[in-house]
């Protein structure tokens, strides 16, 4: 995987629904997005909730209103195919999990792309940062913290925090090497004591998986994107339609070119 | 100035229409923004053209719809009230220029704050780089580039620079201390020859007045806060309010705190 060439036909293997998998360690150095899509009326009040939050909720790329395409980062896409799995949601319920939404788009929809820590952990391994869950072979651990996002219109509740555990001397390096992405979550939101945010119990994450921690290793903790489906479903919505998790959207825009400096 | 106490009795002032003039060089170290008044219905359109031109138009806050508080960046204010002066516009014409909105305002109306480069001109006054329009006592030259900004539904155009002359040996410097304010305009858009950006009369600007540019100086261009106004009026909107031309809105958060490494 890497080349544009494999990178293509992976694409094409999701477009016809040969390829369901999560897409972690598909296409390395591509950058993968989350995807929310509502209809208009809640378009604004959405984009504004992600204005407000920049750290959880880093807006990549927004569709015209009624085209499924991802206008910036994959102009020759088509987000109602080229996701592995979607979810759907209605009045904030799932409903219904599918290979291709095609028969639920309207032509009042938008869809928004926002950026996945996938990126950031990719620049951490580069920098000689493990990364505990992939070590693990499981779902980053995330937690519900005591950390109220800013509100917008019907959208509001608490940020998603996933945890990674690091060395202690390797955390400056971490803040570091995330702040420089800082349209895929950027610096973490904290680090260390999980009681701080409100976090009781380490083993049992709200959302993935627990991971060890080791001897000399702090737990550090990034806004997640899980923060802007969880407040979009809170709000119960008449319809939004999301990526499966870990199931992300691979666009055509390298990890590297997000780095700010 | 700059004392918290002196901004009060400034930002009082202000309020009663007593102080009309440039803000320039008041409440140092205090962030100044560029204001944007629309209705609703054009509010996400709007929002979505700053998303996707975030040099041009880097977005600090956003009011609720109906209410004239800077929620964030100056919970205390009243933004019908609390700039110097006001420029209306009436299907992109110029009607009125005024110190207090009041009548104006709308329930259905939304304020925009966007970045303004007095920031990062602070940090390059602090990084020992003189900005040669204060030096000449005149406003910054700005120049309609051939850069066409990312359309939004109405809203579209060119972007609006902004010229400053710097010492070959201090353009890096400049690159560097400017990439760490993106929320003002961040890095430049171009270093040199600015027949590279369509601009082929340095000596006469668009908006404001020419500067001069000295033997071993490159002039370096900044995307413009001008943009916004510029691409919003040649939407032609039934009613857009302005802050006027250097009258900006003076915030309570400091400069240094929108720096982000």
Redesign the interface.
């Known amino acids: 995987m890497g080349s544009l060439e494999s990178k293509q036909q992976l694409m094409e293997k999701i477009r016809c629904g040969d390829m369901t998998k999560p897409t972690s360690g598909f296409a390395p150095g591509f950058t993968q997005a989350n995807l929310v899509i509502l209809k ?1 009326e809640l ?2 009040e959405f ?2 909730f992600c ?2 939050n920049p750290k959880s909720c880093p ?1 990549l790329d ?1 569709s015209e209103v009624g085209s499924p395409v991802a206008r ?1 980062f994959a102009p020759e896409s088509d987000l109602r195919t080229d996701i592995p799995k979607y979810h759907i949601y209605k009045h904030g319920e799932f409903v219904e999990e599918t290979t291709d939404i095609s028969e639920h788009w309207e032509s009042d929809m938008v869809a928004f792309l926002l950026g996945c820590s996938f990126t950031f952990e990719e620049a951490l391994i580069a920098n000689g940062i493990g990364i505990r869950h992939n070590e693990e072979g499981c779902n980053v651990p995330m937690y519900r913290a005591n950390i109220e996002t ?1 509100p917008a219109g019907i959208f509001h509740g608490q940020m998603i925090v996933s945890m990674r555990p690091i060395p202690r001397d390797q955390v400056v390096r971490a803040v570091q090497v995330t ?1 420089r992405f ?1 349209d895929v979550h950027g610096a973490p939101v904290h680090i260390g004591d999980p009681a701080f945010i409100g976090i009781s119990n380490m083993a049992k994450p709200d959302f993935g998986q627990a991971v060890s921690i080791n001897d000399g290793e702090d737990p550090v903790f990034w806004a997640c994107g899980v923060t802007p489906q969880s407040v979009a479903m809170a709000s119960k919505p008449e319809l939004m339609i999301t990526h499966a998790p870990g199931h992300m959207f691979i666009t055509d825009v390298k990890n590297e070119t997000l780095g ?2």
């Open positions: 208009k378009a604004f984009l504004l204005q407000r807006v927004v910036t800013e702040s800082p700010v400096f």
